[in-house]
């Protein structure tokens, strides 16, 4: 799933190719994915409104247009936003025309739902696994919705300091890998990402978050805003589906710290890292560096 640089990176993209373009139009070939309004209407709906702004909440993105009204799409596993070209015909998969990367990429080729734009590009949700989300109405509907009002401090919010950091985590019985992954504790962080931050920070996964002390609570607070900057540089995570809105893959893939290295020497003392299930998920971390 898309995380925090990965929905960031679209967040930028939208902000520099879509804005002050007017929606003309839309299509959809699997209505599931628009919870709201009703299918039926959600061309209607957006029609003739232009794009004004992207922002993002977690790993959220929210489209804000004229007419207060207010865009979300949630990517979920599989699903990415791709600005680009295609030639769509009844009954046929949409066909790809530019940039590049959305004819040769087989990732790039699951377009469930395009909008037009009066520029003549179209801002389209490709998805494998179809269980992304579109939901439209009013701005405030959309931002006052549980989902969103139920998450977390983001990670890198400026305001969310060392302190309140430190409370958050220090109240918490479970293991700390779950609690980073809570977006109702902090939002935008899932598995690869606490994989990384923990291996920066030297602390083992399954360790709980109560028991972590003043140095071992730094080093995480310190490795959150190394590793989830330089991913955001690096346009994020490509190791699975994600790709930006041009189609490309994310560059952090190549340096990651542990996660998806299971049975790869650890950067720092050579020790095979390992990976292990933790609540569902797959925790990743080297038993020498993080101990328990």
Request: proline share 6%; net charge positive; aromatic share 8%.
């Amino acid at each position: 799933m898309p995380e925090l640089p990965e929905v960031q990176t679209v967040v930028n993209d939208l902000n520099k190719k879509v804005i002050g373009r007017k929606i003309t139009g839309a299509w959809f070939d699997w209505p599931k994915v628009i919870k709201a309004p009703r299918p039926a209407a959600f061309e209607r709906f957006l029609k003739s409104e232009r794009i004004l702004r992207a922002k993002r909440r977690g790993k959220n993105i929210l489209i804000y247009l004229s007419g207060n009204k207010l865009l979300l799409v949630h990517q979920k596993m599989t699903g990415h936003m791709l600005v680009g070209k295609w030639k769509v015909e009844k009954n046929k998969r949409p066909e790809p025309i530019e940039p590049r990367a959305l004819i040769t990429d087989p990732y790039n080729k699951y377009v469930h739902l395009i909008l037009y734009l009066d520029n003549g590009k179209m801002l389209a949700l490709s998805d494998l696994r179809k269980f992304a989300k579109v939901i439209a109405g009013p701005v405030s509907q959309i931002e006052n919705l549980p989902e969103l009002k139920k998450l977390g401090p983001d990670a890198l919010d400026p305001k969310f300091q060392y302190v309140a950091f430190k409370k958050t985590i220090g109240s918490e019985g479970r293991k700390i890998h779950q609690v980073l992954m809570d977006q109702e504790v902090i939002a935008g962080i899932g598995n690869i990402y606490s994989s990384d931050i923990l291996w920066m920070a030297k602390v083992h996964p399954f360790k709980s978050a109560k028991k972590l002390s003043e140095k071992e609570l730094k080093a995480i607070w310190q490795a959150i805003h190394k590793v989830l900057p330089r991913a955001l540089k690096l346009r994020g995570t490509s190791v699975s589906d994600f790709r930006d809105t041009a189609g490309e893959k994310g560059k952090y893939g190549n340096v990651l710290l542990a996660y998806r290295r299971e049975g790869e020497p650890c950067r720092r003392c050579k020790t095979k890292i390992v990976r292990k299930k933790l609540g569902g998920r797959s925790a990743h971390f080297c038993p020498s560096c993080q101990k328990l």
